[in-house]
C-alpha cells in the first residue's frame, strides 16, 4: 500500500528541522497567559491613589521608587513575547494619554486569567473572544452614559484625583491648578509646556513662568551683562567655534609666521562676533560649546552667552521667541533674530538658572518643580508630565467618568443582564468580562487597607438601587458617589484603557503555536597573530605599542 504522507512533514519534523523550541495549542496558551499575568500581577498593587511603589534597581546602580506603571513598565526588561505584549499596551497608554498605563495591563491580565479558567472547561479561544468584544461593545455604551461633559472645575478635579495618591489634598489641589494654568497659558498645546526639577525648597516652592527658564543657564563669561532688556536673541545649533580640519599636516619653518598661525583662531572668532554684533543680536543661545575666544570677544561687545542649551529648550525658544535657528555665522541676519522683553540670570541656591520673559509669541510656559529630595521631586515631575497629557486629551474630548470602579460596578451589572439574553457559548465569555471588570475596584480597595469584597458588594448593592457613580473612595478609606466627592477619570482615556486591553488579550488569545529560536553556542576566538614588534633595524615599531592599548 502507498503511504499518503510521503513526502510531508509533520509538526515534530519542521521543529528538528527549524531548529527551536515549541509550544503547541492549550500549552503555548497557558505559557502566554502566565507570562502575560507576570506583568500584571506587577502593577497591581500600584494600582488606585494609595497604591504601593516599586523599587527598580537601573543601570549605573540608579535607584527609581514609583507607583507609575508607565515608567515601571519603561525600566523592566522583558524577555517572554506575551510579557513584551503587555509592556507595549501600557508603554502606549502612558506615551499617548500620561493615564491608563496600570489599569489597562490589570484588566488585560483579569481577562486572561478568567480566558484560562474557561479554556479548562472546554470553550475555545475563538469563542471567548467573541464575547469579549460582546461585552466589551456594551460596556462602551454604559461608559459613554455615564460620562459627562468638561468644565474647567472638572479638569482641576481629575488632576487633584491623580495627585492625591502621593500628596496631600491641599498639595495636589495646588499642584492640579499649576498644570491647569500653564496648559491655559499654553494655549492647550502640550508640546509648548516644559517641566524640569531642581531638588531643594518646599514643594509649594514650584514656580510658573509664562515664558522659558533654563536650568543651569549661566554667563559664559563674567564680563558678560546678568540682565537684557529688549533681548534681541540669536540662536545656533552648533559649536561656535573654528571647524576643524580632518586629515591635514602643518609645516612651518619660520617661526616668525608661528605667531600669524596660532592668531588665526583669533581672528576667525572675531569676525564672527562682530557679524553678530551688526546683525543686532545681544543674547546668544548655543545648543553646543562656545570657545573661550568667542566668549571674550561677546564680553567686549556687551552680549549675553548661553552654552550647552538642551535642544528641547532651543526649539521652545524658537517658538517663544520668532527666532530662526542658525547653523553657519553667514545665516546671521537681522531676520533670524527673536525678541524677548528680558533676558536674566538668578541663583536658585549655590547654582544659576536663566530667565526668558516677555516674548514675542506668548504661548509658552513652564513649570519648576521643587522638593525635598531629588528622588520625589523626580517622580513629582513625571506625574506632572502624565497629567499634562491627561489634560490635553481632557480639553480636546471634553468628557470625564466617575472614578473609583462605579464605571466598572455598573457595566458589570449591566453586562450580566445582557449575558442572560445571549443563548450561546459566548454568555460564559460575558459573564467572565463582569467579574475582571470588578476586580479593578476591589484592587483600588485592597490597596487602600479595605475590605476589597465588603467595597465589590456595596459597589453592587448601591448600583443595582440605581446609584450608578457610587465608587471607591480609597483617600477616605470609604465608600460615596464619585462624582460628589470628585473622583473622576478622562472618558478618553479609560475609554482606550478597556479597548486596548481587550485587543491584546484576544491578540494572545489566538497564539496557540509558539517558536522560541535557541541560541547558539558562540565558538572561542582563535587569538590573532601578533607578530615581533621589533623591527629588522632593532627599532621598535610603536604601532605595535598603540595596537596593544586599544
Not at 470 to 483: N, P
Request: proline residues 3%; positive net charge.
Amino acid at each position: 500500500m502507498q503511504n499518503n504522507n510521503q513526502g510531508k512533514l509533520g509538526p515534530r519534523d519542521i521543529e528538528a528541522l527549524i531548529a527551536n523550541e515549541r509550544y503547541i495549542g492549550k500549552d503555548a496558551v497557558r505559557g502566554n497567559i502566565v507570562a502575560a499575568l507576570a506583568v500584571a500581577e506587577t502593577l497591581k498593587t500600584t494600582l488606585g491613589p494609595r497604591g504601593l511603589d516599586k523599587m527598580l534597581m537601573v543601570e549605573g546602580g540608579e535607584v527609581a521608587i514609583t507607583d507609575s506603571g508607565g515608567t515601571i513598565l519603561k525600566l523592566i526588561d522583558l524577555v517572554h513575547p506575551a510579557a513584551k505584549m503587555m509592556q507595549s499596551l501600557g508603554l502606549t497608554m502612558g506615551e499617548r494619554y500620561g493615564d491608563g498605563a496600570t489599569s489597562s495591563v490589570v484588566f488585560a491580565g483579569e481577562l486572561l486569567k478568567r480566558a484560562l479558567n474557561l479554556m479548562e472547561l472546554g470553550l475555545h479561544p475563538t469563542t471567548i473572544i467573541n464575547g469579549y468584544r460582546m461585552a466589551l461593545e456594551e460596556t462602551l455604551k454604559v461608559m459613554h452614559k455615564l460620562s459627562r461633559k468638561v468644565t474647567p472645575g472638572i479638569i482641576k478635579d481629575v488632576g487633584i484625583t491623580i495627585f492625591k495618591g502621593r500628596l496631600g489634598e491641599r498639595d495636589a489641589e495646588f499642584m492640579a491648578q499649576v498644570v491647569a494654568s500653564a496648559l491655559d497659558f499654553a494655549g492647550g498645546e502640550k508640546d509648548n509646556v516644559y517641566v524640569n526639577y531642581r531638588p531643594g525648597g518646599k514643594l509649594r516652592d514650584t514656580t510658573l513662568y509664562e515664558g522659558i527658564y533654563i536650568d543651569l543657564g549661566k554667563r559664559v563669561h563674567p564680563a558678560m551683562p546678568k540682565k537684557v532688556e529688549h533681548a534681541r536673541i540669536l540662536l545656533i545649533d552648533t559649536e561656535f567655534d573654528v571647524r576643524k580640519v580632518e586629515n591635514a599636516k602643518y609645516e612651518i619653518g619660520d617661526p616668525r609666521r608661528m605667531r600669524e598661525f596660532m592668531e588665526y583662531k583669533r581672528k576667525v572668532l572675531r569676525v564672527a562676533v562682530e557679524m553678530i554684533a551688526r546683525s543686532g543680536a545681544n543674547v546668544v543661545f548655543c545648543q553646543k560649546n562656545i570657545a573661550d575666544v568667542a566668549m571674550y570677544y561677546m564680553a567686549m561687545k556687551g552680549i549675553l552667552g548661553v552654552r550647552d542649551v538642551e535642544k528641547k529648550v532651543m526649539h521652545l525658544l524658537e517658538r517663544a521667541t520668532g527666532a530662526q535657528i542658525v547653523s553657519h555665522v553667514k545665516e546671521v541676519t537681522p531676520e533670524v533674530l527673536g525678541y524677548a522683553g528680558y533676558v536674566e540670570e538668578d541663583k536658585i541656591g549655590l547654582e544659576e538658572i536663566m530667565y526668558v520673559r516677555k516674548c514675542k509669541n506668548p504661548g509658552v510656559a513652564s513649570i519648576l518643580v521643587r522638593g525635598g529630595n531629588e528622588k520625589f521631586v523626580l517622580e513629582l515631575k513625571r506625574q506632572i508630565e502624565d497629567l499634562i497629557d491627561v489634560f490635553a486629551a481632557l480639553r480636546e474630548h471634553g468628557r470625564v467618568v466617575p472614578g473609583g470602579g462605579a464605571v466598572e460596578g455598573e457595566a458589570a451589572k449591566r453586562l450580566r443582564r445582557f449575558a442572560r439574553s445571549v443563548e450561546s457559548k459566548e454568555q460564559l465569555a460575558i459573564e467572565a468580562f463582569a467579574d475582571a471588570l470588578e476586580e479593578l475596584p476591589r484592587a483600588i480597595a485592597a490597596n487602600a487597607g479595605m475590605d476589597a469584597t465588603y467595597a465589590v458588594l456595596k459597589i453592587r448593592e448601591w448600583h443595582h438601587r440605581g446609584k450608578k457613580g457610587y465608587g471607591v473612595d480609597a483617600m477616605r478609606r470609604g465608600m460615596g458617589d464619585a462624582y460628589v466627592k470628585a473622583i473622576l477619570d478622562s472618558y478618553e482615556v479609560r475609554r482606550n484603557a478597556l479597548s486596548s486591553a481587550v485587543e491584546v488579550t484576544c491578540s494572545i488569545l489566538r497564539i496557540d503555536d509558539v517558536l522560541i529560536k535557541r541560541k547558539k553556542k558562540a565558538k572561542p576566538k582563535k587569538p590573532e597573530p601578533v607578530d615581533s614588534p621589533v623591527r629588522k633595524d632593532g627599532k621598535i615599531d610603536l604601532r605595535y605599542a598603540f595596537k596593544g592599548l586599544r
